[in-house]
């Protein structure tokens, strides 16, 4: 054993030698992935940085270094601020809601703090996982499926999950609530908890029909039969699978796609994003990057499979979910698999809050990997 | 240090068996990505390629050239005009619209109706889309936006075509005209050009009869668009067909003539060519500017044709019925010799009136013409002798004769709109009255009066007909495209020459002779002179207290009461060429005005006729160019 790894298990190294430890490999597969991201949004606009691919690779850098920043931080430290932090996202949320009802504004998802504009949501998806992740920490597996210790996390999970989904804002509501979930199934939730709740929730989607906006219910309508109104809502997804399809196998060539260049597809450079590389990759490209994203994934799951707190292995795993959600939402959605909802492609798509959640998410990740050694008990309360 | 309890270590054994769990849904989440993947680009790849192929290009029709209408000369009555346009495209003006409108009226007057239209259009269309500002500029005004166009961001000049009839309402009723194609239209015809915009179709006469000739075939044009529409570039163009010109058998001169002749009336006439029956001349007045429809008629313009008691919309030649009047009587004497009934010997004392059982039935001449012959008969229209031929002939006589002159049956002319008139006969009566034929009625038809309804070109026919001896059928067109129309092949009219002839003499004795109804309107000179038959078709009922006290004068009726005169001939008397038909609605009044206009256009006609006077038109051959040798 040497001497950082003694150092490592408690805690106790240097910045540089942090630096050392920072998975690279992660970093650099981050890197291409943003960098495809960069090409899509080059070609979008017919062949230019602007408006879209510069601002991009300005973000791209800042999460990187709010990355590695994250990453230095002991996981302790970040244990201690779990609460305190899902209690701001919380209270951003109800400011948000309230704000929103008294601004008399239709979808209300932002604060503006001067001149930055702040998602509680997606503040909530890190603030979530992180809570979870400490409040699970303190519990066995049998504590898990008590109830009154499972009443806890529930409210945890639906407190946001109603407040964004009144929002409105049903993608968000759902990642939040498959996030929370998931992180219970892994704390050891007993299957007799598991089997009737999937049950109920199968049962209850009648029921969750009459309380979707008029705005969802079309979404859904119009997912379940787009050509039925090709012209109108179907549109996006009738011109998504256009777009996706035409591809073919090897694609119609980097800055050739005809569907995104003449304007056929919406929200081309956001949440669509993902069908332009379809047009001009083809399957090969698509796939590729698909496996780009299961790579990532599968760097995530092993650093969770390798802490050695409980707190490290969820909040990875939890982020590493996150991250999944984000994909499968995101790409069932351009492939018409399921209805359409407001969710970008991690890593890919134009917008600045998404890229900083996904970052901030990897720089949890990363400093789990990088603190995978320190060892926290379970009635441990962080650091402090 | 606080050590792991047992606790811990089943916790974290319980997360690796469940992170395995949630790594086989993840990767069953991928696989199932890519199977849809597999499915939508690889599979249904190319169904795909094709609708977004769909999307991306637009066929664009490019209307083609309309055919040309040209005389038998080869003058151009109906052609396209270049049509000088100002366009605005919304999304490149500098300014508002009002400003770029503010700006091209201190070049051109823009009217408010132009503005509000301007507006309009702007608001139903895509900001790229040009909209027309003013078209129809004179070359002056367009020349003059050009030279400001360096000021005028957003403004286009433009060149396009225009459909332009270069006589007016000479020949209106001939050419009829173009306009905006109506939802009737569409449903008539299945030719995508009729959703072009501001595609034009033929709406009457030649342009309507011969619209799908003179169409042409659209063009398209491939071009890239975006999902707004806009285009991108153009890929490929495909030429149409542009529309085949008709030639017509109208000789413009004559009927430019035919139409100072006529004036103001409200007339039909036709002049045509009795071997062949080529329309030489065909005017109906007042007739209307066929132009006008093309741009879009004005409704004031469109209320003044709607609301003349004239009827300018109507094409009174084939479309017009009216009772032959006296001019029927060349059909009763064709019948009446070849039935054998008026023979050499034949004649009838004309007292002023004859009676059948109660009625009286007068003669035109108060206290008659007093012994009258076949030929006298004709000569001054003896209503007297024509009752009699009439009342021996029976009404099924009368109504196969008329048939064989062409009188209640189509022509076939080819202009729309052609009604076939009446020539009454038993079955008829029955049939539309219920009840049986009167001999009173015999009586009455023999003048052309009573149910006899012919148009103008049925009696041009008659005459035609009478003249030539054989059963011509009038044609307008004579070339479409490259074809030269095919026409009935002419048969011998079956009457015998013997009443041909005789129908002749008495015909000619109207214009030739003294004491014949036209005689003061003959032509006089040589060679050219005409045979004719004059008729006044009564309007109104002449009561017995109106007889008793003298028929009142035509002049001191209001217009509508007057009585129609009409007037048949075919000139020269001996070997005919021409003949002709004038009809003048309520016209019976003063000197004949309508043996006036026969007389006059035919003598025309027969001047222009090349065969007429070799030497007006020297002929050139190879052997009479000077210097032009030919070489063996």
Redesign the interface.
Known sequence: MTTRHYAAERGRLSIPEKLLEVNWGLVVLIGMIAGVGFLMLYSIAGGSFQPWAAPQIYRFIVGLVILIAIAMVDIRIWMNVAYPAYAIALLLLVATTIMGKVGGLGAQRWIEFGPLQLQPSELMKISLVLALARYLHGL???DVSRPLKLLIPLVMIAAPAFLVLIQPNLGTAVILIADGC?LL????LSWWWIVPAISGVLAAIPVAWEFMHDYQKRRVLTFLNPEHDSLGAGWNIS?A?????????AGKGYLHG??S????LPEKQTDFIYTTI??EF??VG??AL?LL??LV?GYG?RI??SSRS?FG??LA?GVT?NF?FYI?IN??MV?G?IPVVGIPMPLISYGGTAMLTVMVGFGLLMSVHVHRFV?I????AGLI | MPLFDRKDKSRYSTFSRRSLLVSGAMTAVFTGLTARLYQLQILQGDQFMTRAEDNRVNQRLVAPLRGRILDRFGVELATNRRNYRVLLIPEQLADSVDAALDAISRIIAISPSQRDRVHRDIGQNKRFVPVTVAENLTWEEFARINLHLPYLSGVQPDVGETRFYPFNDELSHILGYVAAVSADDKKEHEDPLLDLPGFRIGKRGIEKRFDPEIRGTAGVSRVEVNAYGRVIRELGREPGMPGSDVYLTIDRQVQQKLAELMGNESAAAVVMDVHNGDIIALASTPGFDPNLFNVGIKTSEWQALTTNDHNPLLNKVMSGVYPPGSTYKCAMALAAVDAGIATPGFSVFCDGATTLGNNVFHCWKRGGHGHVDLKRGIQQSCDVFFYEVARRLGIDRIEEASHRLGLGRLTGIELPGERAGTIPGRAWKLANFGVPWQLGETLVTGIGQGYVLTTPIQLATMAARIASGNEVYPRIARVVGRDAQTRPEVKALQFSDKAILAVHEGMSAVTNEPGGTAYPWRIIEPGFEMAGKTGTAQVRRITREERASGVRKNESLPWRLRDHALFVAFAPVLEPKYACAVVIEHGAVGPHPQVQIARDILAFTQKRDPARLPNAYPVKTAENIPGFKVTP
């Open positions: 066995s597996v049998e998931a199934f892994l704390a050891g011109q699978e256009i777009t996706i399809g035409s591809g073919g196998v005809t569907q260049h003449l304007n056929f379809g047009e083809g399957f698509s796939v698909l994203f299961g994934i799951i969770a499979m409980q292995r969820l795993m979910l999944f499968m790409a069932a492939m698999l060892e008990p379970r009635h441990s």
